[in-house]
């Protein structure tokens, strides 16, 4: 429960802290699904917050989507939750690149690439220099 109390955790993400501080995986595992049950655990919620923090920071669909791959979430709801309308990637694409570059798109190949490596890095991996 203190894990939860400073922030949403995925199941895995959270059996994996149990378990890392010693707890067996049968007991670890009974406690969570009861967690779930109550409505105190679900990796929806913990997607959705997570998307929204990390998109606050600037970070795009690609990179969101493998870092919630690594805490286990699943693909279907991975794919669900960053369909949603609320999410302007476009938008957030263009604002992300406007702060690191106010100079705006380089007119240099080896620059413009850079440029697009940062996107990309970023999570922007479609985005398109106009």
Known sequence: MDLLARREHSYRE??????????????AE???????EDGLLSDER????????RSQR??????????L???????ALVEQTLSEAQW????????VFAKRFPEGEAREAAERAKQLRFMQYRGFSGFQLD
């Open 14 to 27: 959270l059996l994996r802290k149990l378990r890392q501080r010693g707890a067996a995986t049968s007991a």
């Open 30 to 36: 009974v406690e969570l699904d009861r967690l779930v």
């Open 46 to 53: 913990f997607c959705e917050a997570y998307v929204y923090s």
């Open 58 to 67: 600037g970070y795009g669909p690609a990179r969101l989507r493998e870092e």
């Open 69 to 75: 791959r690594q805490r286990g979430v699943a693909e």
């Open 88 to 95: 302007d990637w476009q938008t957030l694409a263009q604002q």
